[in-house]
């Protein structure tokens, strides 16, 4: 869980693109597919959702000014780091 925890902002951020990727891969031409194709954009919302809620739920109002710190160091010789922060 703690894993979870530390990247919880990239997960509410990124969910709906990789969900969206993967959406790709679904068959279009059988009648299971367009089936699948009704319900898939909904449980992606829905698992976004959830996410945020628990984003949500751990802010604190009069906490640090900046919470849920997320910090990578993604190209180090150009000084290039994704941050995140709410």
Excluded: H, K
């Excluded at 990247?7 to 709906?16: K, T």
């Excluded at 699948?36 to 640090?64: C, N």
Aim: net charge negative; hydrophobic share 55%.
């Amino acid at each position: 869980m703690a894993l979870f925890d530390m990247n919880l902002l990239s997960v509410v951020l990124f969910c709906p693109v990789v969900w969206a990727s993967l959406g790709l891969l679904i068959p279009q031409g059988s009648e299971s597919g367009r089936a699948a194709l009704r319900w898939y954009p909904l449980a992606g919302s829905f698992l976004t959702f959830l996410a945020s809620l628990v984003v949500y739920a751990r802010f604190e109002a009069s906490g640090p000014e900046f919470q849920m710190v997320e910090v990578l160091e993604w190209i180090p010789g150009l000084g290039i780091s994704y941050r995140l922060g709410i």
